[in-house]
């Protein structure tokens, strides 16, 4: 069982910029990150590829936030910036435990989450 360890979160003004980290405890491929707001559903933010060859967004944040993998490829980063009051939510990490195709979000494991409050 892999444990996805996130970290990075906390308070800052609209404007500002964060970076959230992940560290997973064993190998990992295809990895992701989410957010859920307060009575909200959980969706989705951004996906990397286990090559970090093929990225997505979801239109939200596209252009603001950037994901990335370590170079030990098993920590990935997302980076918040220009960062607005509706992006406040706890942020997870997914990841995915095998290899699958570079597109595919079937992810087996998942982190705790970290705060991300953004005020106006």
């Known amino acids: 069982q892999v444990q996805l360890v996130e970290s990075g979160g906390g308070l800052v003004q609209a404007g500002g910029s964060l970076r959230l980290s992940c560290a997973a405890s064993?190998?990992?491929?295809?990895m992701g990150w989410f957010r859920q707001a307060p009575g909200k559903e959980r969706e989705f933010v951004a996906h990397?590829?286990?090559?970090?060859?093929?990225?997505s967004y979801a239109d939200s944040v596209k252009g603001r936030f950037t994901i990335s993998r370590g170079n030990a490829n098993n920590t990935v980063y997302l980076q918040l910036n220009s960062l607005k009051p509706e992006d406040t939510a706890v942020y997870y990490c997914?990841?995915?435990?095998?290899?699958?195709?570079?597109?595919?979000?079937?992810?087996?494991?998942w982190g705790q989450g970290t705060q991300v409050t953004v005020s106006s």
């Open positions: 997914a990841a995915e435990g095998r290899v699958k195709p570079p597109t595919s979000r079937q992810y087996d494991y």
């Open positions: 990397i590829s286990w090559t970090g060859g093929s990225t």
């Open positions: 064993g190998r990992t491929f295809n």
